[in-house]
T-cell receptor, first 113, second 116 residues
Framework: KQEVTQIPAALSVPEGENLVLNCSFT??????LQWFRQDPGKGLTSLLL?????REQTSGRLNASLDKSSGRSTLYIAASQPGDSATYLC????????????FGTGTRLLVSP | GAVVSQHPSRVICKSGTSVKIECRSL??????MFWYRQFPKQSLMLMAT?????????EQGVEKDKFLINHASLTLSTLTVTSAHPEDSSFYIC????????????FGPGTRLTVT
């Protein structure tokens, strides 16, 4: 059974810092891995999707890496801003026909001005 | 980018009534959509998988007669909470899995249901 965990559970940093969020999964036979952000009371916004054949993806100040063999992914946020404050979730699809997502436990990020 | 809408965004209903929530993929087709509920400060809990043209697949512990799901087209899935009770009050979120590309999932903005 796939299990996804995220470390740290919460993170508070001053504006401008570079930071790393970690995601680990127990079954390395994944199809892809997605990173999302969720603002309070809102739905999820897809940030990056990494296919199993890729090692990293970049979008603006965000960079996500994937190491399937070790069951790890990291989300790197450069030059953090207060607007980055949110809960960040990683998720991998189950190896079934519907590919239901298995979510990590989330990292609550607070970037203070 | 791909957009998923949900309607309504908020709904308040009386105990015993039914409420329908719509989930639409606006600019892509989605044979498969998912319905989640989320309690405050908790992660998303998958309720069911909705497939166009066939019956939904419910997760263990989710009452299929209480949470009716219909996926009538490649862009629309609906969740009907029947005979709602206060314990059904929650944040309901849908997602749509794109039929093309890397099967990325896109999430709707959520529907806040309050049952009084």
């Amino acid at each position: 059974k796939q299990e996804v965990t995220q470390i740290p559970a919460a993170l508070s940093v001053p504006e401008g810092e570079n930071l790393v969020l970690n995601c680990s999964f127990t079954d390395s036979a994944i199809y892809n891995l997605q990173w999302f952000r969720q603002d309070p009371g809102k739905g999820l916004t897809s940030l990056l999707l990494i296919q199993s054949s890729q090692r990293e993806q970049t979008s603006g100040r965000l960079n996500a890496s994937l190491d399937k063999s070790s069951g790890r992914s990291t989300l790197y946020i450069a030059a953090s801003q207060p607007g980055d404050s949110a809960t960040y979730l990683c998720a991998v699809p189950m190896n079934t026909g519907f590919q239901k997502l298995v979510f990590g436990t989330g990292t609550r990020l607070l970037v203070s001005p | 980018g791909a957009v998923v809408s949900q309607h309504p965004s908020r709904v308040i209903c009386k105990s015993g009534t039914s409420v329908k929530i719509e989930c639409r993929s606006l600019d892509f087709q989605a044979t498969t959509m998912f319905w989640y509920r989320q309690f405050p400060k908790q992660s998303l809990m998958l309720m069911a998988t909705s497939n166009e043209g066939s019956k939904a697949t419910y997760e263990q512990g989710v009452e299929k007669d209480k949470f009716l799901i219909n996926h009538a087209s490649l862009t629309l899935s609906t969740l009907t909470v029947t005979s709602a009770h206060p314990e059904d009050s929650s944040f309901y979120i849908c997602s749509a899995r794109a039929d093309l590309g890397g099967y990325e999932q896109y999430f709707g903005p959520g529907t806040r249901l309050t049952v009084t």
